[in-house]
């Protein structure tokens, strides 16, 4: 079964940080690129950061939307078939529901293939 299960959400004060995590099950992680996305109140989905990973890669190379460059950081942990995005230097208008995203490689079997998350609420607020 196929399961991306977000943690880490929550309430923060402007400037402040949160980490959050994506775990995931039931899929073959290296076959993926995984991303996370945001919805903001009364706004579209909107990608956030990319870790993208093709097999034979010593590393991922990220990927960010120019709104959180220098802010966050994503990392992923191929072993452990985790995905985290560190948010600092948080701001009103980065509070929305985050998604974790699983994109199938187009050079494997799981090209054309996407997975999502439940969402996970992050609420920057003084």
């Known amino acids: 079964q196929v399961q991306l299960k977000e943690s880490g959400g929550g309430l923060v004060q402007p400037g402040g940080s949160l980490t959050l995590s994506c775990r995931a099950s039931g899929f073959i992680f ?5 991303n996370w996305y945001r919805r903001a109140p009364g706004k579209e989905r909107e990608f956030v950061a990319r870790a993208r990973y ?17 802010r ?9 078939e985790v995905v985290t995005l560190q948010m600092n230097h948080l701001k009103s208008d980065d509070t929305a529901v985050y998604y974790c995203n699983a994109e199938g490689s ?17 609420t920057v607020s003084s």
């Open 54 to 70: 093709e097999r034979g890669m010593k590393e991922f190379m990220p990927e960010y939307a120019d709104s959180v460059k220098g």
């Open 106 to 122: 187009m050079y494997t079997n799981a090209r054309g293939l996407s997975h999502w998350g439940q969402g996970v609420q992050v």
């Open 30 to 34: 290296t076959s993926y690129h995984l």
């Open 72 to 80: 966050f950081i994503i990392s992923r942990d191929n072993r452990r």
